[in-house]
DNA sequence: TTGCCCCAGAATGTATCCAATAGCGTTTTT
DNA sequence: AAAAACGCTATTGGATACATTCTGGGGCAA
């Protein structure tokens, strides 16, 4: 492990905290990171300042840092913002999505339904929407978007292992819809099923404020 | 100048570049400002990283740092990013603007219809719609609307050079729509205004590529 | 008993030094 | 003469050592 770069630290926390390693709230302390990647604090510093535009480390100078945290309107919030960007990044993206991508995108959408495992739909409903929009230009709308998929992925995978994946017919078809506006090459049809796919999400996460304890 | 804390640093490049006193795509050296600051070169690593995460500077690793550019489809991407966020974030800052908040808003109208001078006019621009978002709450919401009038700052200052506040009449009109909405505390009203606003100036921005060099 | 203050420990922030890398000019070879 | 390879220099990246700041606990006084 000789070249650790922040980028490269950066890279496993950010694993670490996606996957639920790292909870929300926890501390980071910086010696003991550098001592886990062998490396001087420096490098560190450096990853917890990337996580941080990432916003999935809150620092505090002088004080320390943690994985960041979101309030329940924090949450709401984000899922508004998700509501008016998302359908404009895939619009942006379907024009240029290739063959095997849209051939991947309709593999996902038959593999999320056929999971019953928790992990396993979060990370494919993950690659199905982030992959959805890997046509478009790489820019600070991108940017925006996987910002919130990150800070938002712990509260999924806790809403999504308190319903247990019950219920989800209803996500299955919508993931169904948005396919089907894609692969016609429909972007408004795209938008549309898009935006309802979330607001639905996001009503249904504002009933469960228990998350957020 | 002793405390030169990393934030200190940031706040003052971050407000050159603001005002124009550092262009796009200028290259910043650690060494050189940490020269001007009176610090060592590493609290100035820990700004320059500040200002990345701001979106006002580019990191290149083992390269350097340069002033943030933008190309004119980035440009155009802001203004459509605009577009969705900044009518939402109105619509939740209205509710809880005050009094003299509201005071100073109407007072900004008159004073940008009446100012001759560019600089004047930037200032007095910014400081309304970002006034009109001060009710809103601290969050994702309010930092990526930010960010984005902070990394299209200097295109936005290029552009009043150029066309020298003429055909402003329009941009006053909409500026008193959206203060009546808000005064009225007819969010969607202000939400139609603003999204106009921005609309007209990202296609009136388009039709002048030649900003972007 | 309670509130405040002070002190000690630990963690972060800063400075200096050394290593590594990229850019660029020169030189050498074809 | 042109192109490629070598080496030099300037700048950034990383490690160690020191200064500063925050936090928690204990003791003293009201």
């Not at 390693?21 to 980071?28: D, F, I, S, W």
């Not at 038959?110 to 928790?118: F, G, P, R, W, Y």
């Amino acid at each position: 492990m000789a070249p650790s770069s922040p980028s490269r630290v950066a890279a496993t926390l950010r694993e670490e905290i996606l996957s639920g390693v790292l909870a929300p709230g926890e501390r980071l302390r910086q010696e003991d990171i550098a001592a886990r990647f062998g490396a001087s604090r420096q490098p560190v510093r450096d990853a917890l300042r990337l996580l941080e535009g990432d916003g999935l480390v809150t620092l505090v100078a002088n004080s320390g840092a943690w994985v960041s945290k979101l309030s329940e309107s924090e949450c709401y919030e984000a899922y508004q913002v998700r509501e008016r960007l998302e359908p404009l990044l895939i619009s942006q993206s379907i024009p240029h999505l290739t063959a095997s991508q849209l051939k991947r995108l309709a593999e996902l959408v038959t593999q999320i339904e056929n999971t019953k495992d928790i992990e396993s739909f979060l990370r494919l409903d993950r690659e199905f929407h982030l992959l959805s929009y890997a046509g478009a230009a790489p820019g600070m709308l991108r940017e925006f978007v996987e910002r919130i998929w990150n800070t938002t992925q712990h509260y999924r995978r806790a809403f999504a292992k308190l319903s247990n994946l019950q219920n989800s017919e209803v996500t299955h078809m919508e993931h169904k819809l948005i396919l089907d506006g894609i692969l016609r090459k429909d972007s408004a049809a795209a938008q549309q099923a898009l935006e309802s796919h979330i607001r639905r999400t996001r009503v249904t996460l504002a009933e469960h404020k228990e998350l957020f304890s």
